[in-house]
């Protein structure tokens, strides 16, 4: 019994082997190798976003201050400053730049929130240089740069109840984050719109003497009494700006130009010029100024005129207008340019003749305060 049984495993057992080894010959006969073979560059990148020229635009007389600085990573802005009495401000400009290969957006922007009591006495604010709000996913896309405005001021329309009882240090911060841009990257805000071009304008450029109304005193509304402006020309130094002279005097009377001489520049006519209290909606691209004769040959550095929300025009604004029937210059009116380092000063005089355009000793004469305004053109709808 014993042998018949081994005799009937056998031919079991080499099937069963024979069949798995057809199978795995099979395999081998028919299999296929796939493979890929690429090569991928990549490109040059770097993320270069950072803080350059910066500029003092408004450093009000009374103001302490230790200038603000960049520091070495270039991702800092430090200042300290003391604000003494009621109108003193301080504000300047600095470009955050994108000098990196990469689109950026905003995806975090905060600033320090006054409280109820200090909102009484001050304003701190951070938006781009035209006014415009910034938000996060704004745009800065490579090779390009935003200008940042920030300001601090200490209100002047307010009472004795609104200041503050002792010296107070406040802490005023601004961030900025940003990151690689996405789908949600946007545009930044437009800013609002101050003025309006009246409706007689026959060009679609700004031309001289268009008439403009202008939301100055920021109540919303275009008054078409009180809020009149005429287009000059673009501001010298930079074209994506307007100057506008006002259709009224803000002098009760003729004023003189300074106390003594033209050495110190409009010392006496600028305090007839509306404070930014009083036209709160404009202010000036740079607050301190140089004020250059036409040769550049004399220059009153640094005139002031911080505070006020307008300044006096200069010799260049008003040159286009002379022997021009459309021009809107009455009267004779102060110019702030002196002509050399005597007392001999520029002033527009149409009610002297026909647009003359006049030097003369400024400590002889009288004259009235008509201010201009610098506006951006992008809050201008024409």
């Known amino acids: 019994m014993k042998k018949i049984r081994r005799k009937v495993n056998k031919p079991l057992l080499y099937f069963v082997f024979f069949v798995f080894a057809s199978v795995t010959v099979g395999y081998a006969a028919l299999s296929t190798t796939l493979s890929i073979t690429g090569k991928g560059t990549l490109s040059k990148n770097s993320w270069d976003i950072h803080f350059e020229n910066l500029v003092i635009v408004d450093n009000g007389a009374s103001v302490v201050t230790t200038a603000p600085t960049i520091d070495s990573t270039k991702t800092k802005v430090s200042f300290n400053i003391t604000l ?7 504000e300047f400009t600095v470009d955050a730049v994108n000098k990196g290969t ?10 320090t929130s006054l409280t109820t009591d200090q909102q009484k006495y001050l304003t701190y604010t951070v938006t781009y240089s035209d006014g415009a709000t910034i938000s996060t996913k704004d745009y800065l896309k490579k090779g390009t740069s935003e200008t940042i ?12 109840t609104d200041l503050p009882s002792s010296a107070e240090t406040l802490n005023l911060t601004a961030t900025f984050v940003y990151v690689q841009a996405d789908s949600t990257a946007k545009e930044r805000a437009k800013p609002s719109i101050l003025c309006i071009r009246d409706n007689t304008a026959t060009s679609e450029d700004l031309m001289l003497g268009d008439k403009l109304y202008c939301d100055v005193n920021g109540d919303g509304t275009y008054n078409e009494s009180t809020e009149i402006f005429y287009y000059l020309k673009d501001l010298d130094s930079d074209s994506t700006s307007a100057v506008l002279i006002y259709n009224n005097v803000t002098s009760s009377d003729y004023v003189a130009y300074s106390k003594t001489n033209t050495l110190n520049g409009p010392t006496i006519a600028s305090k007839y010029l509306p404070t930014i209290s009083e036209w709160p909606n404009v202010s000036l ?10 040769n550049s040959d004399f220059i009153i550095k640094g005139f002031n ?18 022997n021009e029937s459309n021009c809107p210059i009455t009267g004779v009116i102060w110019l702030e340019t002196p002509k ?13 003749g026909y647009n003359q355009i006049r030097d003369d000793d400024v400590t002889s004469l009288t004259a009235s305060v008509i201010p201009v305004i610098e506006v951006p053109k992008s809050r201008i709808s024409y």
């Open 84 to 90: 003494s009495k009621p109108g003193d401000a301080y």
């Open 102 to 111: 990469i689109d950026a957006m905003l995806s975090g922007f905060s600033a």
């Open 149 to 160: 405005r920030v300001r601090v001021r200490f209100k002047d329309d307010l009472t004795a």
């Open 285 to 294: 691209t740079k607050a301190i100024r140089d004020i250059k004769s036409p």
């Open 305 to 322: 005129y911080s505070g006020y929300a307008a300044r006096l025009p200069s010799l260049s604004e008003v040159e286009s207008c002379a």
């Open 340 to 352: 050399t380092q005597s007392n001999a000063l520029y002033l527009f005089a149409p009610a002297l």
